[in-house]
Nanobody
């Protein structure tokens, strides 16, 4: 059974930082590149950051230079360090395997809410 448990969200002022964590079952974590996604109110889910084999990372333009994705293979955990947060970063954040057609993935965790106040 696939499980994805996100944590670390909260309320932060603009310019602040948060570190999100996602614990995943081995079945998804060990064989997949991983990604962090977010969904803001009234908007579609979007890919924020991805980490591929060899530690290669990729970021959405809106977060590049502010967010850092990393993973701990021993703990089946992926992280998202978010710095210089902006109100437009407010969203529910999810982790999952990276996939170009991620909108078709039919299992997601509950996510963790990040609220950035101005």
């Amino acid at each position: 059974q696939v499980q994805l448990v996100e944590s670390g969200g909260g309320l932060v002022q603009a310019g602040g930082s948060l570190r999100l964590s996602c614990a995943a079952t081995a079945s998804i974590f060990r064989i997949n590149d991983m990604g962090w996604y977010r969904q803001a109110p009234g908007k579609q889910r979007e890919l924020v950051a991805a980490i591929f084999s060899g530690g290669i990372t990729n970021y959405a333009g809106s977060v590049k230079g502010r967010f850092t994705i990393s993973r701990d293979n021993a703990k089946n955990t992926v992280y998202l360090q978010m710095n210089s947060l902006k109100p437009e970063d407010t969203a529910v954040y999810y982790c999952n395997k990276w996939a170009p057609n991620y909108y078709a993935i039919n299992y997601w965790g509950k996510g963790t809410l990040v609220t950035v106040s101005s």
